[in-house]
């Protein structure tokens, strides 16, 4: 029963109240939780005590049909009659308050008549089949969801099983979770008569979930508020101060956030471009936290400029025009309208600094940017009745299109979790991600993953438990280790090894943040208890020759001294139409390099004088070249590409494999080409082999080259 809140009205320190400057169009949620009896009214009209919802709700939806607000009403007030809160008052203030939260947000009148109803199920004799009767289905699966979140207990022992529902009913309708955040918004204003841990124990609770849920449903006028409820309960002190700072704040005669809206309503006046200009004041915990960042605050430092205009379009007009008249601070810049937010959230986000060193942070957002920001997912709407048809499926389920990504990987890992315990751990590690990045796959597709996610994560968001086979990455075209932090904006291309029998490496978990990530990769250990198996031996290094001499054959090489033997030097194996020189050594042979050898370099350092060199014209001559070839380490890869450079027609005269480092492997071939055409059809081969990366002339010195 959600009763447990107290009188709206008895003196507590938990309620955040500061000075305010003007007046401002943001959605006022602290003067809700005073809808208390209202009225009372006949039963065939409207009652009066819903007056306040139906205001709000009809700012939002002028044609709306009322009817069912009032049928709700009268079945709710009806079946709490006689039912009291702790503080006296009757029970149906409660609903009332809550709906009229939702109201203000712009819920629609179908969540507003869940609401009223959201507690007659568990409270009361109301049945859900009679709720589904006389409302319908839509209302019955709302109102059946909040009254399963209504069960709550929030004890540590019942915290993991109980949010694991929690999650469900959440992501099969995500108005469920926004009658839940109301009703915890509501019963955080009232809490002041409550024993002190009692009120830490749900404002803990409040803080590691519920806020986090808040954030990620894009509901920022209920996160800020319940962020600020919880501030003053678990850190009186500091909640104190800040206020305190925030009073002497607006007591000043002047301040400089109101001089820079004013000279930048000119500015945009001059430019032609209609916009409106407010000052957002900074709620409790925002101010705190960027006094911790900088220390002294400055005037502006308590506010930032809302600046709203009718067309994307405009966004980007108005941040040209305060970046040319204002000197703009570079590295505050953040373009939201091109890459929303995981929560909806759209917004230019920039700073500019005045001629006398006072620093303004400026939001820039279109009229339905702002609604959405302050409302997240309550303001667009009813997602399943777009022409008045509902669309539940046989078994109850739905698929919102209004669902952020994050929380359909939620759901999709909370059904992996092999138990309760390893959902509620891996539920708060995401939770405690404040911040969510967009990486890119080359085919243009997107990813979203918490900050700090590495391409291991990247790696089971986009392919689930076929992730198993993921040998590598490239990260915005070179290549990177599967533990590679990824950056907003990061393009990644995953490198998938063919073997069905691909394993997850045990050190992955380390790499991993996700919880799509590392649930697969426990729940592979946990059903191989032997572990991952370990690799097939690498060869020692070896040699394999094609013929009796592993010296190189003579060059088609062409120099300028006469009588001199001509071979090609077996360091950089150069073959037409390579760029070549070639310098004497002894016994009157002359080597030839490629230019770019590093042997070359050292010669020209040592006084050694090149000698003119050419490629001759004859076409049937063979040629040496030694290749190095880059890959993942995996089971028969050097066979896989013995066969390929065979089927090329190519010799091999010597082979060598370094021992793995980190997952990769090194080969050195020093092959036999019947002729200098086939190399680039050879190195394509290579690469084509699975889990080889990379394969490139050599430029130093090959083992087992002779």
């Known amino acids: 029963m959600s009763a447990e809140a107290t009188n709206p009205a008895t003196p507590g320190p938990i309620t955040p109240e500061a000075p305010r400057r003007r007046a401002r169009p943001r959605i006022d949620l602290r003067r809700l939780g005073r809808a208390a009896l209202l009225g009372s009214a006949t039963r065939d009209r409207l009652p009066d005590a819903i007056g306040h919802v139906v205001e709000a709700h009809r700012a939002h939806y002028p044609d709306s049909d009322l009817e069912p607000l009032r049928r709700a009403y009268v079945l709710a007030e009806s079946s709490h009659r006689g039912q009291m809160r702790k503080s006296g008052e009757p029970y149906i203030t409660h609903p009332l308050a809550v709906t009229l939260i939702l109201a203000e947000l712009g819920a629609e009148a179908t969540t507003l008549t869940a609401s009223l109803l959201h507690d007659t199920v568990e409270d009361t004799d109301v049945t859900l089949d009679q709720v589904r009767s006389e409302f319908g289905e839509e209302v019955a ?65 409040t803080r590691d979930v519920l806020i986090p849920l808040a954030e990620r449903l894009g509901v920022q006028a209920l996160k800020t508020e319940l962020e600020d409820l919880v501030f ?14 925030i009073a002497a704040n607006a007591a000043r005669a002047e301040h400089p956030l109101d001089e820079i809206a004013e000279e ?44 709203l205009v009718s067309e994307d379009a405009d966004c980007y007009g108005v941040l040209g025009e305060l970046h040319t008249c204002f000197t703009p601070v570079v590295s505050e810049f953040k373009d939201f309208i091109a890459v929303p937010k995981f929560n909806l959230y759209q917004s230019l986000h920039t700073a500019v600094a005045r001629a006398d060193g006072e620093v303004a942070e400026v939001l820039i957002r279109t009229h339905q940017m702002h609604k959405v920001a302050e409302a997240g997912v309550v303001a667009l709407g009813n997602p399943y009745t777009p022409s008045g048809e509902e669309h539940l499926d046989t078994v109850g389920e739905r698929s919102d299109p209004t669902r952020p990504g994050w929380l359909s990987r939620l759901l999709d890992w909370q059904q992996s979790a092999p138990d309760a315990d390893t959902f509620w751990s891996t539920l708060r590690e995401d939770l405690a991600q404040d911040r969510e990045i967009t990486v890119f796959r080359p085919d243009g597709g997107t990813i979203g993953l918490p900050a700090g996610a590495s391409c291991i994560d990247a790696a089971y968001a986009q392919y689930g438990e076929d992730a198993h086979a993921c040998i590598g990455a490239r990260v915005n075209g070179r290549l990177a280790a599967l533990g590679t932090v990824l950056a ?91 760029e070549i020189t070639a310098f004497a050594v002894r016994g009157g042979v002359v080597t030839v390099h490629r230019v770019e050898c590093s042997g070359v370099a050292r010669m020209k350092a040592a006084g050694r004088p090149e000698i003119g060199v050419r490629w001759a014209d004859a076409e049937t001559a063979e040629y040496r070249v030694t290749l190095i070839a880059e890959s993942f380490s995996r ?66 010195a090959a083992a087992g080259a002779h």
């Open 488 to 578: 907003d904006g990061d393009t990644v291309q995953l490198l998938m090894d063919q073997d069905a029998a691909s394993e997850p490496s045990l050190d992955w978990l380390d790499h991993a943040k996700t919880p799509a990530a590392r649930i697969a990769i426990r729940r592979w250990l946990t059903a191989h208890p032997e572990g991952p198996r370990a690799p097939e031996p690498e060869p020692e290094p070896r040699a394999a020759y094609s013929g009796p001499s592993a010296r190189p054959a003579a060059a088609n090489a062409v120099v300028d001294q006469p009588g001199a033997t001509v071979r090609l030097a077996g360091c950089c194996t150069p073959v037409p139409p390579d």
């Open 141 to 205: 699966y709302l109102v059946d969801g909040v009254t399963k979140l209504e069960k709550v207990d929030y004890g540590a022992a019942a915290e993991p099983e109980t949010f694991r529902k929690m999650l469900v009913a959440t992501g099969n309708d995500v108005r469920v979770m926004s009658i839940k955040l109301a009703d915890r918004l509501h019963n955080m204003r009232t809490l002041g008569v409550m024993r002190q841990e009692k009120q830490e124990r749900i404002a803990k609770v």
């Open 232 to 245: 003053a309960i678990l850190h009186p002190e500091e909640y104190k101060q800040t206020r305190e700072l």
């Open 264 to 307: 930048v309503r000119g500015v945009l006046r001059e430019a032609g471009i209609t916009a409106e200009v407010l000052i957002r004041p900074r709620h409790f915990v925002s101010v705190h936290r960027v006094r911790r960042k900088r220390g002294e605050l400055r005037g502006a430092d308590f506010g930032r400029l809302l600046v």
């Open 635 to 700: 089971p028969h890869l050097l066979a896989d590409l013995t066969e390929a450079i065979a089927l090329e027609g190519v010799a091999i005269i010597s082979a060598t494999v370094d021992p793995p480092d980190q997952g990769r492997v090194r080969h050195t071939y020093t092959l036999q080409l019947p002729d200098a055409d086939r190399l680039q059809n050879l190195m394509r081969a290579m690469r084509n082999v699975p889990g080889v990366y990379d394969v490139d002339r050599a430029r130093h």
